[in-house]
């Protein structure tokens, strides 16, 4: 079974520009996470998804930062414009709601660099 | 709010070293517990977990019980590997109206020399 798939691994941009990343859940989960990490420390989240709704994206920047989950499968975390605070990995899970435990997958993460 | 607090590292032990990183924690109500390992260039894997007071998790020769009166969870293993270098991070799942998110501690680096 694949796991959760993230693109780019790797983005490196002028600050004032705009990126995005892309993530895969693993077939059939319903929730998706978009976690970030800055350096030596522990993720944070910034939303969470059930199927297509935000469910909790108190912790996202709105100003600069937006997500969408079409069709409730894959999801796209958007930065405009980026500035430099923002070089971090920004790492996406998913999860089956609905089993009890609620066990969050991780992808490898996309590391953002903005110099 | 809820919290997480590891012991700093970095960690440095020789092969076969027993392994003791601290974890303890805030939070209301009852949370489930978890220990997450990231190796280099590889995304965040659960390790084990425990869902209420003196559960012991346990996977790869890595053990925690959750300790309730000490809101503790540390993470043990009796004999470490050189494959077990990896960073090791402490989350708990409060549920309730923050179900489904974690809350991480801020990692401890685990160095193994052979």
């Known amino acids: 079974e694949a796991g959760v798939v993230q693109s780019p691994r790797y983005k490196i941009i002028e600050k004032k520009q705009p990126v995005a990343f892309w993530c895969n859940p693993i077939s059939g989960h319903n929730t998706l996470y978009w976690y970030l990490q800055n350096l030596g420390q522990g993720p944070e989240l910034l939303i969470r998804?059930?199927?297509?709704?935000?469910?909790?994206d108190s912790q996202l920047p709105k100003d600069r930062f937006s997500a969408e989950r079409l069709k409730g499968v894959d999801s796209t975390l958007k930065i405009q414009p980026a500035e430099l605070g923002d070089s971090a990995v920004y790492l996406c899970a998913s999860s089956l709601v609905g089993t009890g435990l609620n066990e969050q997958f991780f992808g490898p993460g996309t590391r953002l660099t903005v110099l | 709010g809820n919290s997480v607090t590891q012991m700093e590292g970095p960690v440095t032990l020789s092969e076969e070293a027993f392994l003791t990183i601290n974890c303890t924690y805030t939070?209301?109500?009852?949370?489930?517990l978890f220990w997450y390992v990231q190796y280099p260039g590889e995304g965040l894997q659960l390790l084990l977990k425990a869902t209420k007071a003196d559960d012991k998790g346990s996977n790869k020769g890595f053990e925690a019980t959750y300790r309730k009166e000490t809101t503790s969870f540390h993470l043990e293993k009796g004999s470490v590997q050189v494959s077990d270098s990896a960073v090791y991070f402490c989350a708990l799942n409060a549920g309730g109206t923050s179900y489904g998110k974690l809350t991480f501690g801020q990692g401890t680096i685990l160095t193994v020399h052979p």
């Open positions: 939070a209301t109500g009852y949370p489930s």
């Open positions: 998804y059930e199927n297509e709704e935000a469910v909790d």
